[in-house]
């Protein structure tokens, strides 16, 4: 090579390398791998989410259901109507936790979340409330997963979708199979008894205002977790109307005697510290209340945690439903 060849080729190179420092100078970087990616299905669609998510926000349902299965949460809503059924450990996360949103949906905090910096959204609130939500709004700041109650009994498969989608079905899987293991072991426990009984339900969403009480059949909340370990509850609404109305119906206080009068042993509702409801409690103080059968014979029983939904919680309605229904063992 002549001396005027490898003269410019050592110009050259001299350029590229300061090119390339004055580059970095002015604060240019190589652009970052894109993150894995993978399609969630939903009901009325399909979303693109990351394929491991690394900062979720949580909301509605999907808030305890990700604290259980120890998802990368980065933000949630006020969820204080089950801070009654959370454990130690979940209750110090959801106490940590920043909560960019209230106990409804209207009182989403849109800054709050996009200050949260989350790479995934899930909505855990029913499909009528999506309404007060700006989903337009959410969507701009990551990509947004809605899976909200349907039917009470629904929980089980809603909250092993949330859990999936936020890439934790490891930890979720563990709750699950505790509580499979528990409703097994009580369903024996309980299997020359239990499937025998006419039930009846009263719940806790009862209209006093209107002199009507709240009838519970399979599958509503009351309900579903006792059907787990072979508790039938008799008859079935008059008219369906979708959602919780398909499984639950408001009788008039007056119709007692009819509702409830073929049922071998009647539950009800009450709160996590043993008290009634006042819904429940209007129906207990009711004369026709204590002149049906199943309560003069002394086989009406007390049942918290009736609105668990998450499998750590019903874990907690597994042990309520135990203690209460132990006299029924007994015999």
């Known amino acids: 090579m002549s001396i005027g060849r490898k003269l410019g080729s050592a110009l050259l190179l001299a350029l590229v390398v300061v090119t390339a420092g004055c ?26 989410i990351p394929a491991a998510p690394q900062r979720v926000v949580a909301t509605g349902y999907a808030v305890p259901v990700l604290i259980e299965a120890g998802a990368p949460l980065a933000g949630i809503s006020s969820w204080k109507r089950g801070l009654p059924m959370m454990d130690a450990k979940a209750r110090a996360a959801y106490d940590r936790l920043p909560k960019v949103a209230g106990e409804t949906a209207a009182e989403t905090n849109y800054e709050a979340i996009a200050n949260a910096k989350p790479d995934l959204i899930v909505i855990g609130v029913p499909a009528p409330v999506l309404a007060d939500v700006d989903l337009k709004r959410l969507r701009s700041i990551a990509p947004v997963v809605t899976i909200g109650p349907t039917i009470p009994s629904a929980w089980r498969e809603l909250s092993q979708r949330q859990a999936e989608a936020a890439g934790a079905l490891e930890g979720f899987d563990a709750v699950k199979a505790a ?18 009984l006419k039930l009846a339900h009263v719940g806790a969403y ?39 109305k398909d499984v639950s119906e408001y009788p008039s206080i007056e119709e007692l005697p009819t509702a409830l009068g073929e049922a071998d042993a009647i539950t009800y509702s009450v709160a996590a510290d043993g008290k009634p409801l006042p819904a429940v409690q209007y129906v207990l103080e009711s004369e026709l209340w204590k002149q049906l059968p199943a309560v003069k014979a002394g086989k009406a029983y007390a049942i918290r945690y009736t609105e668990a939904a998450t499998y750590g919680q019903a874990l907690l309605a597994l042990d309520a439903l135990d203690t209460s229904l132990a006299p029924l063992a007994a015999k």
């Open 179 to 196: 509580y499979d293991a528990k409703a097994a072991e009580l369903k024996k426990k309980y299997e020359k008894v239990l499937p025998q």
């Open 23 to 48: 580059g970095s100078d002015s604060g240019a970087q190589a652009p970052a791998a894109k993150a894995a990616t993978r399609v969630f299905k939903l009901p009325d669609g399909e979303v693109t």
């Open 206 to 244: 009862g209209q006093v205002d209107k002199g009507a009480f709240h009838r519970e059949f399979n599958g509503s909340w009351g309900t579903n977790i006792a059907n787990d370990i072979g508790a039938n509850y008799y008859g079935q609404v008059k008219v369906k109307g979708g959602g919780s």
